[in-house]
């Protein structure tokens, strides 16, 4: 969405971190900092998970 919204082409103020990555990685061609962010998404996203899957967790009843 957000490469629809800026004509293909993001600037620094626009970019989430799933743009930043991309331009990081196939226009800046810098591949350390793409994978860092990648690293950082993936962290962000697993927390996020088990938060949810967390709070969402049914109680057992006991018998």
Do not use: C, Y
Request: hydrophobic share 50%.
């Amino acid at each position: 969405m957000v490469w629809l919204l800026t004509s293909q082409d993001p600037d620094s103020n626009t970019h989430t971190l799933g743009t930043l990555m991309v331009s990081s990685m196939f226009k800046e061609f810098q591949m350390g900092r793409a994978t860092a962010i990648a690293v950082v998404l993936f962290v962000l996203v697993l927390s996020g998970s088990a938060l949810l899957m967390r709070s969402l967790r049914r109680e057992t009843p006991e018998s």
